[in-house]
């Protein structure tokens, strides 16, 4: 059983940026494929970004295209998403999701193991 463990969330007035940090408990973590996720008030969780194992390649959503950045270090057992240019849109809690299948994750239904979240509060 592998434990992820996010942190970075933070209240921030728009335009700030931040940087949300997921760390895997094994070495294990290194093999899944990894996504970023949101979920705000009243929401589903959504997909933000993934990186593919293979590739490097990364994907985003469309509401944050070009504002956020995936990026992963295997050293490190980590895997994280600077956010840049915040509106208050972006409020949400954040997860860190691993998936046994495949080289990326976008869909929260194919996530195997989830992280408690990081809040983060966008203010205009």
């Known amino acids: 059983q592998v434990h992820l463990l996010e942190s970075g969330g933070d209240w921030v007035q728009t335009g700030g940026s931040l940087t949300l940090s997921c760390v895997g408990s094994?070495?294990?973590?290194?093999?899944?494929?990894v996504g970023w996720f949101r979920q705000g008030p009243g929401k589903e969780r959504e997909f933000v970004a993934t990186?593919?194992?293979?590739?490097?390649?990364?994907y985003y959503s469309d509401p944050v295209k070009g504002r956020f950045t995936i990026s992963r270090d295997y050293s490190k057992n980590a895997v994280y998403l600077q956010m840049n240019s915040l509106e208050p849109q972006d409020t949400a809690a954040y997860y860190c999701?691993?998936?046994?299948?495949?080289?990326?994750?976008?869909?929260?239904?194919?996530?195997?193991?989830w992280g408690q979240g990081t809040q983060v509060t966008v203010s205009s």
């Open positions: 999701g691993g998936s046994m299948r495949g080289n990326s994750v976008s869909n929260p239904d194919d996530v195997n193991y």
């Open positions: 990186i593919s194992r293979s590739t490097g390649r990364t």
């Open positions: 094994e070495r294990f973590f290194n093999s899944l494929a």
